[in-house]
């Protein structure tokens, strides 16, 4: 038995994983959106929202892929 399955349950970890996927998700929406917001209304490229747009996308793919080559 692992330390820690001995003081965290299986669903804990679970919601821990579904949640912060979750998150990640709804920010890579939310920089995106303020990203375009900025540029079609502002006509302003946000270069740091751009940044973390693509940075969410990249390691969300990214994991996935991983994920799944790995099972």
């Not at 692992?2 to 929406?29: K, M, N, P, Q, Y």
């Amino acid at each position: 038995m692992s330390f820690l399955a001995r003081f965290v349950d299986e669903r804990f970890l679970e919601h821990r994983r579904w949640s912060t996927s979750v998150a990640g998700v709804i920010g890579g929406f939310v920089s995106t959106g303020l990203f375009a917001y900025h540029y079609y209304v502002d006509h302003v490229w946000s270069w740091d929202l751009l940044a973390v747009s693509l940075t969410i996308v990249t390691v969300k793919l990214a994991l996935m892929i991983w994920s799944a080559r790995s099972n």
